[in-house]
């Protein structure tokens, strides 16, 4: 019997911890090898395994990944927060790092010269221009044709040419550029100084400098950005890029974030966050994209609710009501001291004022009962008593013992008028 409750206690240890792993067994979908999705998750998989977490990668496209997150298929997804407007069933995690979308203008395009959208649209009017975005279906692509769309820039005033996948990353994009001489070049990603520095030095430049900000640029960031594609302006220092890159660039940004079911269990959700945060300088080593990676980052330009997990994870350090207004209550209570002091010194001094006035009225008795003319004497006295009642209703005399004795000063002093008027 003792045998048999030993299996069974150690049968329900090993199941039990079999359950506690496959906690921390998670699905992540990214797009293709090579992107940085898929570095990002290889990095979280790397360094997060000592943690006990054990991911399964599955490579697919952007939009497919999203999907399959939505539906419960697959746990989480490392994806543009722009890879899909409809935020049913998906949760954010935390964004991972910022994704941007550098544009650059043939130096021989008469696009060179324009200084405005309407400038710009006309000289598209004009003449047929090329542009090349993305390889085809990727969020990438939709992001940039999108941004384009939303400023007036419909596809049938351009010819849209595709960058090749992954696969050809470098090569391909320079073969491309090589052969059509187009007129914009967008690529969306992190800065990749390889391919833009040869890409500048096939005489391409940058659009998108701060010195325009004054003018086309400025309206687009400080409205149309996050109203309609959730972006925020990022600056590229100069020669982020390349050697050739002699000023600050700006760019539209987007985060990309780990998001996951919104069924994705609240305990899993919150360890998670908090795992992948403090392995961020080991993250940083094997990817500098997480350099980016923060908790304070702006909620505005998501397009998912957070997970309730991670937002509590988030304020994990808020103080609470207490320990919010401490140092509040501290100032008030410090007045508070500060105020009472002072009114005690108030109290007291006015207290002193009153404690003189009746010192005079006791040294005016004095004076009038050494006056020899008693009928005029007794005249001063009821003088005098009528002055220190008003003062009294007045306050500006206490009714204390010093005015009690002062009253029977005046009625011994009248009592001895009398008797020497008699």
Known sequence: M??????????????????????????????LPGSDSHNAALAIKEVLAD????????????????????????DLAITSNDISIDPKGL??????YDEVLITLVNENSPLVEANTMEEILVIAKSSKLKIVFSHKGSYSQKFAQRLLTERGFEEDLYEAHYFPKKSEYVSGKIELVQLEKPDLINIVGNVDSEVIG???????????????????????????????????????????????????????????SLISNKNLDDEIAYDLVRDIIRAQPELIRHNSNFFEMREDFDSRYLNYQIHPAAMNYFERDEPGFFERYAELGG????????????????????????????????????????????????????????????????????????????????????????????
């Open 331 to 422: 100032v008030m209570f410090s007045m508070f001291v500060v105020f009472m002091t002072l009114m005690v010194t108030l109290n007291r001094i006015v207290k002193r004022r009153k404690k003189d006035r009746i010192d005079v009225y006791y040294l005016e008795v004095l004076e009038i009962r050494k006056n020899e003319n008693y009928q005029q004497a007794m005249e001063q006295l009821m003088a005098l008593e009528t002055k220190a009642l008003e003062q009294l209703v007045d306050e500006k005399l206490a009714a204390d013992s010093s005015f009690v004795v002062f009253m029977q000063q005046l009625s011994q002093a009248r009592l001895e008028l009398n008797q020497k008027i008699k």
């Open 198 to 256: 040869k890409l500048m030095d096939l005489g391409y430049l940058f659009r998108n400098k701060v010195s325009q900000l004054d003018n086309l640029e400025a309206s687009y960031f400080s409205s149309f950005a996050l109203k309609m594609v959730r972006s925020f302006p990022v600056i590229i220092p100069a020669y982020t890029t390349s050697i050739k890159q002699t000023e600050a660039v700006v760019a539209p940004g987007l985060f990309a």
């Open 2 to 31: 003792r045998f048999t409750s030993i299996i069974f206690l150690l049968t329900a240890i090993l199941f039990l911890g079999a359950c506690s792993e496959h906690n921390k067994k998670l699905t992540i979908t990214t797009y």
């Open 51 to 74: 943690d006990g977490w054990d991911f399964t990668i599955i490579t697919q496209s952007h939009q497919e990944g999203v999907e399959a997150v939505r539906n419960g298929d697959i």
């Open 91 to 96: 949760r954010s995690l935390i964004p991972l």
